[in-house]
C-alpha cells in the first residue's frame, strides 16, 4: 500500500516538473523572440538614424553650394555672407562628428538648418531687391548720360549755329561801299587832269545801307599811292589798325553813320607834290577794306 502512495506522488512531481519545464521553455521562447523583435527594431533604427544624419549632411552641404553662388557688390553684405557659409561649415563638422544614435542632437542641427535656410532667403530677396536697384540705377545712369549727350550735341549744334549767325551778323554789319570815284581838283574846286595845276586828289563814294550795322560815328581812312607805289602822307606818319594790321594812311574823316546810304569825299594832299602818273586809292573803316580807285595825272 505504501509502495503505490509513493509511486502516485512520484508521478505528480513528475507531472509537476514536466509543466514547470515547459512554461519555462515557453517563457525563454517568448523572450528570445522579445529579444530579437528589440535588437531588429534597434539596428532599424540606427539605420534610419544614420540615413537621417547622412541626408542632413547633403543637405548642409547643397546650402553651402547655394551660399556660395550668392554675391553681391554691397561689401557690408558680403561679410554678412562669408559669415553665414561659415556657419554652414561649422554645422557640417558638428554633424559629422556626431553619433547618429545621438536623435537630440540630430534634431537639433536639423533645427538649426531650418534656421539657416531661412536666413539665406532673406538674403536672396536682399540681394535681388539690390540688383533690382542696381538695375534700376544702371538704366538711370545710362538713360542720364544719354540725356547728357543729347543735351551736349543740341549745345554743340546751337554754338555752331549761334557762332554761325554771329559771324554772319559780324560779316553783314560790315559797312560796304560803292561808286568810288578819284579826281584831281585845283584851288578853285574844278576838275582837272593836269599834275601841274592839281592842288589836292579827291576821293568820294558812297557808304551803303546796312541796317545791322552799328550806328553813329565811324572814320573812314584813306591810302594814296603816287606813282612810284608808296604811299603818301603829310606831315608825319598816320597809323590805324584795321582787321588787327596797322597800315600807314594818307587822309581820314569822321562821319555819321545811321544806317542809310551816306556820301563821304576825302581830301588829301597840298600844291605841288603831284607828278605825271597814275594815282590811286584805298579806302578803309577799322573793320575792312571798302574799296579802291584810281587817276591819271598827265
Known amino acids: 500500500m505504501e509502495d503505490i502512495n509513493e ?22 521562447v517568448v523572450l528570445l523572440g522579445v529579444l530579437a523583435y528589440i535588437w531588429i527594431d534597434r539596428n532599424g533604427m540606427i539605420g534610419n538614424l544614420k540615413t537621417e544624419k547622412e541626408e542632413l549632411t547633403l543637405q548642409l552641404q547643397d546650402l553651402r553650394m547655394d551660399y556660395n553662388e550668392l554675391s553681391s557688390n554691397n561689401d557690408s553684405l558680403n561679410v554678412q555672407l562669408d559669415r553665414e557659409r561659415e556657419k554652414v561649415d561649422q ?13 537630440t542632437k540630430i534634431r537639433q542641427y536639423e533645427q538649426e538648418l531650418g534656421t539657416l535656410r531661412s536666413i539665406m532667403r532673406h538674403y536672396i530677396t536682399q540681394i535681388d531687391s539690390l540688383n533690382t536697384l542696381n538695375t534700376a540705377l544702371r538704366e538711370d545712369a545710362m538713360a542720364a548720360r544719354e540725356d547728357a ?29 560803292r561808286n568810288f570815284g578819284l579826281v584831281a581838283v585845283m584851288s578853285n574846286g574844278k576838275d582837272t587832269d593836269r599834275s601841274s595845276r592839281t592842288e589836292k586828289l579827291k576821293c568820294c563814294f558812297f557808304l551803303m545801307e546796312n541796317d545791322i550795322a552799328p550806328k553813329g560815328p565811324r572814320r573812314i581812312y584813306i591810302r594814296v599811292k603816287g606813282p612810284d607805289g608808296v ?54 573803316t577799322h573793320e575792312a577794306k571798302l574799296g579802291s580807285t584810281d587817276v591819271t595825272l598827265k
Request: net charge neutral; glycine share 8%; hydrophobic share 35%.
Open 231 to 284: 604811299v603818301m602822307t603829310g606831315e608825319g606818319e598816320s597809323v590805324f589798325s584795321v582787321a588787327g594790321e596797322s597800315l600807314i594812311y594818307s587822309a581820314s574823316r569822321e562821319v555819321d553813320y545811321q544806317g542809310s546810304d551816306l556820301e563821304v569825299c576825302i581830301f588829301f594832299g597840298t600844291p605841288g607834290i603831284f607828278r605825271k602818273g597814275v594815282y590811286s586809292v584805298d579806302v578803309y
Open 7 to 28: 509511486q502516485g506522488a512520484s508521478s505528480r512531481r513528475e507531472k509537476r516538473l514536466k509543466v514547470v519545464t515547459i512554461c519555462l521553455a515557453v517563457i525563454a
Open 91 to 103: 554645422l557640417i563638422e558638428r554633424v559629422q562628428q556626431t553619433e547618429a544614435t545621438n536623435r
Open 149 to 177: 549727350r543729347k543735351s551736349q550735341r543740341e549745345y554743340n549744334e546751337l554754338r555752331s549755329t549761334t557762332d554761325e549767325y554771329a559771324r554772319k551778323v559780324e560779316i553783314g554789319s560790315v559797312i560796304k561801299g
